[in-house]
């Protein structure tokens, strides 16, 4: 884990190369905006392995799963903007057929179905996996990289697979049927946005510093959604299977309002999120956010 101070302003960001992300960091990646003399290197990593690293304490910056931030928060504050949040719609689960499960089924017959099924899951410290949980409890899965878990089912090493990312828009091209929306649950449970992911900062930043980052997050954020189709430009080499204007419709799923600030419905929403999954026993201790401010 590297130090950091004034006299060395290089900084590790991690994030994954998905087009949220991409569309986030452009204008950072593409110097669109005053980087304040500082030197960002460009960590593009899926979430399990962004996550992994953050147990670590790697990187400097990185995006990571909620979920993940429980085990990190001794290491590393959230910082209020970046945040990828389902506010009525997230993470899925489904199955190449719904045999035995009816069109509007209750949460009750879909958890009766899925029991018993082996579930491909995206990695057991991202908050799609907690948020299945707290759903349906504990449950057989096999954990296989995201992109690759279509292919999972497809070759029967899974009765069905819980998807992120792109796969929330591509799964009926792709041959799926839903089984679950994760974000449509939550939200008639709590009234609450879905929280997915975030972006922390390591607090051994010295706190100027820490402003400045904070700052230039902010204002890269803010540069594009103000210059949405060039950021959606930049974002294409991230598009796996989307055309320009599907990932212009993923992008503002997840580049949101949100995304500027939690605001106090983003907030409240990863303590119960966190609460929750502590009080089911998916959590050693209970965590309290802390934010960069």
């Given at each position: 884990?590297?130090?950091v101070?004034?006299?060395?302003p290089v900084?590790?960001?991690?994030?994954s190369?998905?087009?949220?992300?991409?569309?986030?960091?452009?204008?950072?990646a593409?110097?669109?905006?005053?980087?304040r003399?500082?030197?960002?290197?460009?960590?593009?990593?899926?979430?399990?392995t962004?996550?992994?690293r953050?147990?670590?304490?790697?990187?400097h910056?990185?995006?990571?799963?909620i979920?993940?931030?429980?085990?990190?928060?001794?290491?590393?504050?959230?910082?209020?903007?970046?945040?990828?949040?389902?506010?009525?719609?997230?993470?899925?689960?489904?199955?190449?057929?719904?045999?035995?499960?009816?069109?509007?089924?209750?949460?009750?017959?879909?958890?009766?179905?899925?029991?018993?099924?082996?579930?491909?899951?995206?990695?057991?410290?991202?908050?799609?996996?907690?948020?299945?949980?707290l759903?349906?409890?504990?449950?057989?899965?096999?954990v296989?990289?995201?992109?690759?878990?279509?292919?999972?089912?497809?070759?029967?090493r899974?009765?069905?697979?819980?998807?992120?990312?792109e796969g929330?828009l591509?799964?009926?091209?792709?041959?799926?049927?839903?089984?679950?929306?994760?974000?449509?649950?939550?939200?008639?449970?709590?009234d609450?946005p879905?929280?997915?992911g975030?972006?922390?900062?390591?607090?051994?930043?010295?706190?100027?510093l820490?402003?400045?980052?904070?700052?230039?997050?902010r204002?890269?954020?803010?540069?594009?959604?103000?210059?949405?189709?060039?950021?959606?430009?930049h974002?294409?080499p991230?598009?796996?299977?989307?055309d320009?204007?599907?990932?212009?419709?993923?992008?503002?799923?997840?580049?949101?309002d949100?995304?500027?600030?939690?605001?106090?419905?983003?907030?409240?929403?990863?303590?119960?999120?966190?609460?929750r999954?502590?009080?089911?026993?998916?959590?050693?201790?209970?965590?309290?956010?802390?934010?960069?401010?």
């Amino acid at each position: 884990m590297s130090a950091v101070s004034a006299d060395s302003p290089v900084f590790t960001l991690g994030h994954s190369p998905d087009p949220d992300d991409a569309f986030m960091f452009y204008a950072m990646a593409e110097n669109k905006i005053d980087l304040r003399g500082y030197r960002f290197e460009h960590r593009l990593e899926d979430i399990q392995t962004l996550n992994e690293r953050a147990l670590r304490g790697e990187l400097h910056i990185s995006a990571i799963s909620i979920h993940a931030y429980a085990y990190v928060s001794d290491r590393y504050a959230l910082l209020p903007c970046g945040a990828s949040m389902g506010d009525g719609y997230g993470p899925m689960v489904v199955s190449l057929g719904r045999s035995g499960l009816n069109e509007g089924a209750s949460d009750e017959e879909i958890r009766h179905w899925l029991r018993g099924r082996t579930i491909a899951i995206p990695g057991r410290m991202t908050s799609a996996y907690l948020a299945l949980q707290l759903y349906l409890g504990e449950f057989e899965h096999i954990v296989v990289p995201f992109d690759e878990i279509f292919e999972a089912v497809k070759s029967g090493r899974a009765a069905a697979g819980l998807i992120i990312h792109e796969g929330q828009l591509t799964y009926a091209a792709s041959g799926f049927k839903k089984i679950l929306d994760l974000g449509e649950w939550w939200k008639r449970e709590t009234d609450l946005p879905l929280p997915l992911g975030g972006n922390v900062l390591r607090k051994d930043i010295p706190g100027a510093l820490r402003q400045d980052l904070l700052q230039i997050m902010r204002e890269s954020i803010d540069y594009g959604l103000a210059h949405r189709e060039e950021g959606v430009q930049h974002s294409m080499p991230y598009a796996r299977d989307m055309d320009a204007a599907l990932a212009g419709k993923f992008i503002g799923m997840y580049v949101n309002d949100y995304t500027r600030d939690y605001g106090d419905a983003g907030r409240a929403a990863i303590r119960e999120f966190l609460s929750r999954a502590e009080r089911a026993g998916y959590l050693r201790r209970a965590v309290e956010p802390e934010f960069v401010e």
